[in-house]
């Protein structure tokens, strides 16, 4: 069983920043893309950000409304990726959900609806207040 341990989520003001984590096994990381994706309440899901753990590229994608304010990237030490996020705005808050699949990558570059055959993580609460 895929196991994918979220942290980081909080309360900020707008402007600004998180960071969060997601760790998972080696054999997980070494097999996959990771990704977030958000939901707002009421909302569907949105791809935030994903990055290959798998080999040497490490090459990342973001959502389109990211616009340079997000980072995600990885240590394959420790089998974790990370989001830093800055400059946050009100409507980034949302459950932030950790995702392993090799299609997390497609779906966060081409902005895909999520699948069943992804993993999720428990998701962590991030609010922006205005």
């Known amino acids: 069983q895929v196991q994918l341990e979220e942290s980081g989520g909080g309360s900020v003001e707008t402007g600004g920043s998180l960071r969060l984590s997601c760790g998972t096994s080696a054999d997980t990381y070494r097999r996959n893309c990771l990704g977030w994706f958000r939901r707002a309440p009421g909302k569907e899901y949105e791809g935030v950000a994903s990055?290959?753990?798998?080999?040497?590229?490490?090459?990342?994608y973001y959502g389109e409304f990211v616009k340079g304010r997000f980072t995600i990237s990885r240590d394959n030490a420790k089998n974790t990726v990370y989001l830093q996020m800055n400059s946050l705005k009100p409507e980034d808050s949302g459950m932030y959900y950790c995702a392993a699949n090799l299609l997390v990558c497609q779906a966060v570059k081409d902005g895909r609806d999520v699948s069943d055959s992804f993993d999720w993580g428990q998701g962590t609460q991030v609010t922006v207040s205005s």
């Open positions: 990055i290959f753990t798998g080999g040497d590229s490490g090459r990342a």
